[in-house]
């Protein structure tokens, strides 16, 4: 077994490059204001050197960092497209972490990991800059408008469903009573 993981070890420690993509200085500095994000890429960026216990270590401080990462996402990448590239990168250091706590590390499936996880790291970047550039996009005049008359959510009628409710309650109980005077 300690033969088995010295040769896991040696492959991961040639496999362990988790990259970040360089960026336009518009998302940077989103980023760099975006202080669970930075203590993640700070994480990201460490590599460990000694053992399989390092990374094993290592492992488990990204898993941490990660699960910091949805707490306060900055409010212009705050969407549901962003918060599921956060989620689909947290899925796949979770499933690193379920290998490195094997007795034995397949370091064939730690590999793909580790490629799966700069793969999710570029589409996580992609997307924050795809916004950059979308918010760059000037609106025309009257296009707020239009936006505003086609959302159908605005056209809803509130309803206090508590009270309307009793209202029915109510309804109900004068016909009940209506009906048993006449008989009565």
């Known amino acids: ?74 409010a212009n990448f705050n969407i549901p497209q962003v918060r599921s590239r956060i989620v689909a990168l947290q899925t796949k250091i979770l499933a690193l972490d379920t290998y490195f706590s094997l007795d034995v590390v397949p370091h064939e499936k730690v590999q793909n990991l580790i490629a799966a996880i700069n793969k999710e790291l570029n589409a996580f970047y992609m997307q924050c800059e795809e916004i950059v550039i979308k918010n760059r996009i000037p609106t025309e005049i009257g296009e707020p408008k239009i936006i505003s008359i086609s959302d159908t959510t605005r056209n809803a009628k509130v309803v206090n469903f508590d009270e309307l409710e009793q209202k029915e309650i109510s309804k109900k109980e004068v016909t009940f009573r209506g009906k048993v005077k006449g008989k009565g």
């Open 1 to 74: 077994m300690e033969k088995k993981n010295r040769e896991s070890f040696e492959q991961i420690n040639k496999a362990w490059q988790l990259n970040i993509p360089v960026t336009s200085p518009e998302v940077r500095g989103v980023l760099n204001q975006w202080q669970d994000w930075k203590n993640f890429e700070e994480e990201l960026q460490q590599k460990p050197k000694s053992s399989i216990s390092a990374f094993k270590h290592k492992v488990l401080n990204l898993v941490a960092k990660s699960s910091a990462l949805h707490t306060n996402v900055p």
